[in-house]
Every structure is written in C-alpha cells, then in structure tokens.
C-alpha cells in the first residue's frame, strides 16, 4: 500500500472511537436516555466555545494564558541556559550547584505554590515564577547534558585548524549542542503549559485556568471542557510554532530523518 | 586510472621542497592517570627529509597517536624538542596537519562546510568553495559537495577528512591510521591515492598504521616502535622504486623481518 493512503487509513482508524463515543453521547442526550448536565454533549461544548469566542472572551482568556506561559518560559529558559552552560564549563560551578539544582529538582513543582503565594501573593509573580521553575529544570538537563558531551574529538579538529575560541564556540559547540537544547526547550514549554494551568489555579480573574474554576464553581462542565480544548489547542500551536522557528537551525537533521 | 598516475617516476630531489623538515629530537611524554604516571614516549629521536614518507609501526596503545599529537602541536612534549624547518612547534599550525584516526566529520556541516573549515579559519573567502571543491576533485568526491557527512560511505568520509587537510596545502601532512576501518578494496585505492597526492603534492608525508604491508607499499622508510612505552626499535629504509608491489621478494622479505621484530610469527 502506498505509504499515503495508508497515513490516511491510520488517521480515519484513530478517528474511528472518539468520534464514535461523541456521536453515541449525542444521540444519548437527545433522545433523553441521558441528562448530560455533567457531561454535555458535543454540540453543547461547541456552542459554549463559539459563545466565548464570539463574546472576544475567549482571547482575552488565552491571551492572558500565553503570556504567562511566555514571560515563565523566557525566565526559566534564559536561567536554564545560563546554568546549564556554567554547570557544564566550569567545574567549579558544577560542584558548587549542581547537587543543588539535582535535589531542588526532586522536589513537585506544585510543592512550591503555597510557599510562593506567601511570598509574592497571587498576582502575576507568583504565576509567572511556578511556570519558570517547571521549564527551568529541562532546559537545564538538557543544556549541561548536551555540553558535557560534545565530543572531545570535535574541538581537536577545531584546533588543528586553529578556529579561534569565538569561532569555536560558535561554529562548533553551540551548532553541537543545538539539538538537545532544542529538545530542552521543547519539554520545558510542555511544562510550562502543566504549569500555567496550576498557577491559574491558585487564583487568577482571567486566564483558561481561571476559566476552569469558574466553570467547576458555578457548574457549568461545558465551559470546563471548552477550556480543556481551548488548552490543548494552544499547547500544540505553541510546540508547533516553536519547532517551525527553530527548524532553520537544524535543518541538516532534516536529511539525518530522511535517511533513517 | 589509479594506476596510471602510480606510473610516474618518484619525483626528483629538487622538487620535493614544498614538503617541511621535521626533527623529533628525544622525546618523551607520560600521562597522568590517577595520579600515577604512565610513560608513553621513551626519548624517540626522528629526522624527517622534506618531501619524505616515513611510516609508524608499533603495537596497539604503544604510544603512536601520542606521537603525532605532539608533532601536531595539540599537546606539549613532556621533554625533548620537536621542529618543523627548524622552527619549534608551539602549538598546531596550518602548514602541519593531522588527520585522525576517525574522520570527524561536522555532522551540522555539508561535506564542502567541512572542507572548508581551515580557509574559514584563516579568513579565506571568495575562493572558498572553489577551492574545497578542487580538493574534493583531487580525492575522488567531486559532485559530493553539498552532501551532509551521514550521506557518506566511511572511505568516502576518510577522503572528505583528507580533502580538509590537503585544502590548506600542508607541508607537513600527519595520518593517523587513516585507513584502519576500510574494507580491503578501498584500503587498497586509498593508498593508491595518498600514494599520488604524495608524489604530486610533494608534502612530508607521517603515517601511523598498524598494517606492515601498508607500511611497505607507501613509505620511504618504516618506523618500528616498541610496546609502551613507545621507544625507536627499528629504522628500516624501503629502498624500492614506486608502484610497488605487495608480492615482491624484497618487500616479502622486509615484512618478515619487521614482524620479526614486533614478536610475531612468520
Ligand atoms: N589523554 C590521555 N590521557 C591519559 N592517557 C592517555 C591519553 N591519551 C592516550 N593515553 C594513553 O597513552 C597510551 C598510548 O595511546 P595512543 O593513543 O598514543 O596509542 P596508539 O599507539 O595510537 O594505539 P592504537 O594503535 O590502538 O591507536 C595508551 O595507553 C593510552 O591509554
Ligand atoms: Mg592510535
């Protein structure tokens, strides 16, 4: 079988149980055999999101959600280069905060709310610091892992051609070591999706956390589903867009891919 | 075609200038591990003539990649002197080029990229990829340019390694092993192939292999060294005209003897 036809069958056949389940649900609640107040049926969640979206609720809620999840990804990011890059190039550094940073990293991130409201309130600082700290820790793996183990050979072929040291760290550790930053960064923004959703939690007046707290305090489910869609939809643009920024800088993997 | 050009005469004395003189004047190197002292080089004292090929024999971690690491100028002999046209070596250079064991390829760079890597260095620029793509010609690889380092069969890798060392017309050109993970077929076109760029480049030519044959096919001289650490325990002169041939009396009976003196059965 051609491999495209066979992609579409494997999409049509992924389809197959939850479109079923949600026509099934359908039907159910139509013809009365259930209420669905608790679960609202497809056609109710649909309405509720086009009546956010149509009110222009629906983009402040995700506008403020993105840039929580923004400014808490730039932080923790920038922090998780920094010291992934210091952890790996000087020893010193390494000894003195790594076993640190490896225990603080144990602890469950939503340990720390409680602590954080005391500290800052529930403002947008506390938010912003939960969603840095949940993409801090990968990107910091991620970039002392992928430092510590460039290969030594790669660095001598640097030297016998005399490269100087920018030329160096420019042309051969940091084209290196892009990949795994890359991956890095890519499960710190996932993170920071699970994050912003706890810190929403912890109070917020808007937001599609916000969103899932009224919908469970005034009960209204469909709203709840409606901002679970509303969550995964962004979390995958926001990956989406990620990847499409970073491809230029490892195009060559592209053919790496195409040969496997 | 290879062996048309292994047709030519060795190339006269005059012409052999372009190649540098090296003197390794006793040397010796340990390392550090853990704290203990491993001696790798044993005072080894070694002349060059311009335009020479000398081969390395010696057993397995007996000290030979050392060797040309220090000649390389990436690590300082612990004592002794090594210079090149009488100029101490202080650190690599250009003009003294090692190509690895490995061909360690920039996997993030085409093949052209990787060739190009000393102009980049050097500030060369309009006539970069011109002038890596002349030295792709010269090993074999032309049209292979734009290709990406995984694209490459491993012989084909080893040539892009050598195209980045010949680019920069090395006076002194150091191999470390550059064959030993070839098939035999292309062992043996690539040593038809350095053996010409040898003889049209005229470079000095430092080979470390672990093949006795090898040694015998290309070198003016054979270099025997001992287990760890490594010191000189035979200088044996290959006097015989170019192409040579695996099968001739002379080199047969020259193969006994160094395996002779590496402790092996004949
Ligand atoms: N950077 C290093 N640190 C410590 N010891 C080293 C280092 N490099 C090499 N050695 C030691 O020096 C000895 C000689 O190594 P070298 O690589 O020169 O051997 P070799 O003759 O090239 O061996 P082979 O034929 O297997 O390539 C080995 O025992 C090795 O363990
Ligand atoms: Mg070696």
């Known amino acids: 079988m051609p491999p495209l036809r066979r992609g579409g069958l494997a999409v049509v056949l992924a389809l197959v149980l939850p479109v079923t389940l949600a026509l099934g649900w359908e039907v159910a609640v139509d013809t009365g055999a259930a209420s669905g107040r608790l679960l609202p049926p497809p056609s109710r969640i649909g309405a509720t999101l086009a009546d956010l979206a149509a009110s222009g609720d629906l983009l402040t809620h995700v506008a403020a959600t993105l840039v929580r999840v923004g400014l808490g990804f730039l932080c923790g990011a920038a922090a998780g280069i920094l010291a992934g890059a210091a952890v790996a190039m000087l020893p010193a550094v390494r000894r003195l905060i790594d076993p640190s940073l490896q225990a603080l990293r144990a602890v469950p991130s939503l340990a720390w709310v409680p602590l954080f409201i005391l500290w800052f309130g529930i403002l947008e600082t506390p938010k912003i610091l939960l969603i840095a700290v949940g993409v801090f820790f990968p990107v910091y793996v991620g970039v002392s892992g992928a430092i510590a183990s460039v290969d030594r050979k790669l660095v001598e072929v640097g030297r016998v051609y005399r490269l100087s040291r920018l030329a160096l760290a420019r042309r051969i550790l940091l084209p290196a070591v892009l990949p795994a930053t890359l991956v890095g960064l890519r499960t710190g923004l996932g993170l920071g999706f699970l994050f912003v959703v706890a810190a929403e939690l912890m109070g917020a007046s808007e937001g599609l956390g916000y969103l899932l707290v009224d919908g469970q305090q005034f009960g209204k489910p469909d709203q709840i589903l409606a901002a679970i869609i509303a969550f995964a939809l962004v979390g995958k643009l926001a990956d989406t867009v990620l990847v499409a920024l970073t491809r230029p800088l490892t195009r060559w993997q592209d053919t790496v891919r195409e040969s496997l | 075609m290879v062996a048309a050009t292994l047709e030519r005469p060795l190339p006269r004395a005059a012409d052999r200038e372009a190649g540098a003189r090296l003197s390794v004047e006793g040397v010796s190197h340990a390392f550090a591990i853990r704290g203990a002292a491993l001696p790798v080089l044993d005072r080894i004292g070694l002349a060059v003539e311009p335009g020479g090929f000398v081969a390395l024999l010696g ?8 060797m040309l690491r220090l000649v390389a100028g990436l690590e300082p002999p612990d004592a002794g002197r090594i210079a090149v046209d009488g100029a101490r070596v202080a650190g690599p250079d250009p003009a003294r080029l090692l190509v690895f064991q490995d061909p360690t390829l920039y996997p993030w760079r085409t093949v052209r990229g990787n060739v190009a890597l000393g102009l980049e260095a050097r500030g060369v620029g309009r006539e970069r990829a011109a002038r890596a793509d002349a030295a792709l010609r010269l090993v074999g690889l032309d049209g292979f340019a734009e290709v990406y380092p995984h694209q490459l069969s491993g012989g084909m890798a080893q040539r892009a390694a050598l195209a980045r060392a010949l680019v920069n017309e090395p006076r002194l050109l150091l191999l470390d092993e550059p064959l030993g993970k070839l098939d035999a077929l292309t062992r043996l076109a690539m040593q038809a192939e350095i053996l010409r760029l040898w003889q049209e480049k005229r470079f000095t030519a430092l080979l470390v292999t672990h093949d006795v044959e090898e ?44 395996l002779g003196i590496l402790g092996q059965p004949t």
């Open chain 2, 59 to 66: 057993p397995s971690g007996c000290g030979k990649s050392t």
């Open chain 2, 215 to 258: 040694a015998l096919v290309l070198a003016e001289r054979v270099i025997v060294l001992s287990d760890r650490p490594a010191a000189i325990r035979a200088d044996i002169p290959v006097d015989r005209p170019y192409p040579r041939h695996r099968d001739d009396p002379n080199l047969v009976r020259l193969r006994r003897e160094i």
